[in-house]
T-cell receptor, first 114, second 116 residues
Framework: DQQVKQNSPSLSVQEGRISILNCDYT??????FLWYKKYPAEGPTFLIS?????DKNEDGRFTVFLNKSAKHLSLHIVPSQPGDSAVYFC?????????????FGSGTRLSIRP | NAGVTQTPKFRVLKTGQSMTLLCAQD?????MYWYRQDPGMGLRLIHY???????AKGEVPDGYNVSRLKKQNFLLGLESAAPSQTSVYFC???????????????FGSGTRLTVV
């Protein structure tokens, strides 16, 4: 049973528009959430995170929203750029410093079309 | 400025063969991790190490062994490879167990292993 679910395997968005990637989780013990970005033939790289005490965190073009009651988080990218084409992994942790408890979703492949 | 280096990048094994995947980091990180990535499954933690000479089991440790004899190296061994171990393997390292941002995880570029 997957504790972190990314139900959309792929997403195609036009350049300049908003990309919205969604993630659901089932474990109420999760209190720290992260997004990783992965290009082909490279390892994942950290993108943005949010603690459960917040409902929004922004970093430039990237914003993560957390809805604890719905156990749902989303990543917004505005405006979308060609370099944003990658696989995005949602991840959750029970504690921001717990190596053994990071659970990753299955990923969403984002394609930005011209 | 190598970061985390994984060798080999690709390998094909026959069922029952053994092999070792090597992960090397040059950032003086204390913590190192091995993940596997499978279609539709995301990344799953196999084993990890919180320091030289120590290892611990992750989410999917069966069929794998690890060693951390030197701080900079973390080895993942398959004693008798099975087709279910066909996957992409990622190594990561970090200064602490902080999981995010600068000082968080640095991943290698992966090893694609096929067991036939």
């Amino acid at each position: 049973d997957q504790q972190v679910k990314q139900n959309s395997p792929s997403l195609s968005v036009q350049e300049g528009r908003i990309s919205i990637l969604n993630c659901d989780y089932t474990n109420s013990m999760f209190d720290y959430f992260l997004w990783y970005k992965k290009y082909p033939a490279e390892g994942p790289t950290f993108l943005i995170s949010i603690s459960s005490i917040k409902d929004k965190n922004e970093d430039g073009r990237f914003t993560v929203f957390l809805n604890k009651s719905a156990k749902h988080l989303s990543l917004h990218i505005v405006p979308s750029q060609p370099g944003d084409s990658a696989v995005y992994f949602c991840a959750a942790s029970a504690g921001y410093s717990s190596a053994s408890k990071i659970i990753f979703g299955s990923g969403t492949r984002l394609s930005i079309r011209p | 400025n190598a970061g985390v280096t994984q060798t080999p990048k690709f390998r094909v094994l026959k069922t029952g063969q053994s092999m070792t995947l090597l992960c090397a980091q040059d950032m003086n990180h204390e913590y190192m991790y091995w993940y596997r990535q499978d279609p539709g499954m995301g990344l799953r933690l196999i084993h990890y190490s919180v320091g030289e000479g120590t290892t611990a089991k992750g989410e999917v440790p069966d069929g794998y062994n690890v060693s951390r004899l030197k701080k900079q190296n973390f080895l993942l061994g398959l004693e008798s490879a099975a087709p279910s171990q066909t996957s992409v393997y990622f190594c990561a390292s970090s200064y602490t167990v902080k999981v995010y941002g600068p000082g968080g995880y640095t991943f290698g570029s992966g090893t694609r292993l096929t067991v036939v």
